[in-house]
């Protein structure tokens, strides 16, 4: 058996690497002595400026243990990064890759997020493409690679069983009792290869609407971060004004649950993101990790 971990930089699949360069004797009696042979991480190429330190300095890491940290996108050059899907199609008022943008069902009923397709486009797509070529599938492939997916103890919602014949998925926070919490006392006694300690930054697109507020402070705290995230609220506005439409979305769309636009958001007792990674939220790592 053969074994890939989709990864996504985030606390979860950054434990997953370190157990498995620190060949953990839970990890390995759990494996049965399997660890991956590559980590896919799929770059939408609007990820945090923060992030992509952290993505290089794994890579060393996992190469030094033997394994590979392999970066995929999408496949078509004018299409990427996200933002320039969004950016593009909105100046036309034609169709963009869909976030779960928020748009208003009544007045009584508030906002609601529209239908999700990037993370599919942008992440588990790329993954999938890479996955298939390295390990050479086909229609009578059946069972043979294992997917290691960075799920905790605490997140059984979010497991799942394979539609593939050619991959199982495999949990082994979940399987280890290891909960997010677990997760983020272990990496404090981490380092990468320079010695330097772990920072395993927030792993989501700047501008995801499934940001709650403490979150856009964070991004807006980050100048670079908060302009891309802007300039993508300001085109979905200006198109809907220019066209009525992005698309087949004929209603106002928003980045905020609320349905105001970015530069209108106040700022008061949020949790301060610019405390220690350790105790801040991560992502929910529902885009392909």
């Known amino acids: 058996m053969i074994a890939y971990c989709s990864?996504?930089?985030?606390?979860?699949?950054?434990?997953?690497?370190?157990l498995a360069i620190?060949?953990?004797?839970?990890?390995?009696?759990?494996?049965k002595g399997i660890l991956p042979d590559v980590y896919v991480f799929a770059d939408t190429g609007d990820e945090p400026v923060d992030l992509y330190p952290h993505v290089d300095e794994m890579k060393k890491s996992l190469a030094a243990a033997g394994a590979d940290l392999v970066i995929v996108k999408h496949d078509k050059a004018q299409q990427w990064p996200l933002s320039a899907n969004i950016l593009n199609g909105a100046s036309k008022g034609k169709r963009i890759e869909t976030l779960p943008f928020f748009v208003q069902r009544s007045t009584r009923e508030g906002f609601a997020p529209t239908a999700r397709n990037c993370t599919r486009?942008?992440?588990?797509?790329?993954?999938?493409?890479?996955?298939?070529?390295?390990?050479?599938?086909?229609?009578?492939?059946?069972?043979?690679?294992e997917n290691w997916l960075g799920i905790s103890h605490d997140e059984p919602n979010r497991l799942r069983v394979s539609k593939d014949r050619w991959q199982v998925f495999r949990y082994p926070l979940f399987d280890l009792r290891l909960a997010r919490f677990d997760c983020l006392e272990y990496l404090k006694g981490c380092s990468y290869i320079d010695g330097s300690p772990v920072r395993a930054a927030r792993s989501a697109c700047?501008?995801?609407p499934f940001h709650d507020k403490a979150e856009w402070r964070r991004v807006r705290n980050q100048p670079a971060d908060w302009s891309r995230a802007v300039a993508i609220d300001e085109a979905l506005e200006t198109s809907f004004r220019k066209f009525g439409k992005i698309g087949a979305l004929k209603s106002e769309l928003f980045l905020t649950t609320t349905g105001q636009r970015l530069r209108d958001l106040k700022f008061g007792d949020e949790p301060d993101p610019r405390r220690q990674f350790w105790d801040e939220d991560d992502c929910s790592g529902n885009c392909g990790v």
Not at 22 to 31: A, G, P, T, V
Not at 132 to 139: E, L, P, V, Y
């Open 7 to 18: 990864f996504g930089a985030g606390v979860q699949s950054t434990t997953i690497a370190f």
């Open 22 to 31: 620190n060949r953990d004797r839970r990890l390995l009696e759990w494996s």
């Open 121 to 145: 486009t942008y992440k588990i797509r790329p993954i999938r493409r890479y996955v298939k070529a390295r390990f050479k599938i086909n229609r009578k492939s059946k069972g043979q690679l």
């Open 206 to 208: 700047v501008f995801c």
